[in-house]
């Protein structure tokens, strides 16, 4: 069983870009959690914790806890719902958090992972992936880290929908089941040099060819 994660945040009354200041020269950051009521609760959070949950297996992704602490302390069940970072220094410096009903199933996005070589490659195939995550519909504790996908079998030509991705009954596939998430491409042909010169100097003659025969249709119509 994972460990439980468990956020202290004080309730703070003061908003406005001064109180922010304030916060962060004290080592915290504001944050917001939506969805206890109709009034979203301003909040303010050590920025390491916020950081430690991010930087856990399920990321954003990862369900924990928040004690408010207040005129008396109570907990909720959140995720994080989204963050800013200084486009300079790289730190956090705000966060949002959305509380959850246990009970309720919710929308998310979990990333799409690769295991093994793929067969194809060493034909020189390429393995591309054209989904690097995939939307998801499940309870809050059945959210997955990820989703890995076994290339090893994998020949060139050969794919993987999204209709193939196996999750159990518990997790609803949002995305249509034709689209695709990876396959094996075969090699990208390398024209030599020489070879594309040459189709070069065939193209322009071939326009210029193309010019003058313009030009003697237009000297038709006009003797006509």
Avoid: W
């Avoid at 870009?17 to 303010?44: F, H, Q």
């Avoid at 991010?54 to 602490?69: E, Q, V």
């Avoid at 956090?92 to 919710?106: A, P």
């Avoid at 591309?128 to 998801?136: F, S, T, W």
């Amino acid at each position: 069983m994972a460990e439980e994660i468990i956020i202290d945040a004080q309730i703070r009354d003061e908003r406005g870009k001064n109180e922010n200041r304030r916060l962060r020269s004290k080592g915290m950051i504001p944050a917001i959690l939506y969805g206890v009521t109709n009034e979203n609760i301003s909040l303010s959070v050590k920025p390491r914790d916020v950081v430690q949950v991010l930087r856990s297996k399920k990321g954003a992704n990862t369900l924990f806890h928040i004690n408010m602490l207040g005129e008396r302390t109570t907990r909720s069940a959140v995720l994080i719902k989204d963050y800013q970072l200084d486009p300079v220094k790289d730190v956090l410096i705000h966060c949002d958090f959305v509380r959850v009903n246990m009970d309720i199933k919710l929308e998310t996005a979990i990333p799409i992972h690769t295991t093994g070589k793929a067969k194809g490659i060493e034909m020189g195939g390429m393995l591309e992936m054209v989904m690097r995550e995939v939307a998801i519909e499940c309870l809050p504790a059945d959210i997955p880290e990820n989703i890995v996908i076994d290339v090893t079998e994998m020949n060139i030509g050969d794919a993987v929908r999204v209709r193939d991705l196996s999750l159990g009954e518990k997790i609803k596939v949002l995305a249509e089941e034709d689209y695709l998430v990876l396959h094996v491409v075969p090699p990208k042909k390398i024209v030599e040099p020489v070879e594309a010169a040459a189709e070069e100097g065939v193209a322009e003659e071939g326009a210029v060819e193309e010019g003058e025969g313009e030009g003697e249709n237009e000297e038709s119509e006009k003797k006509k």
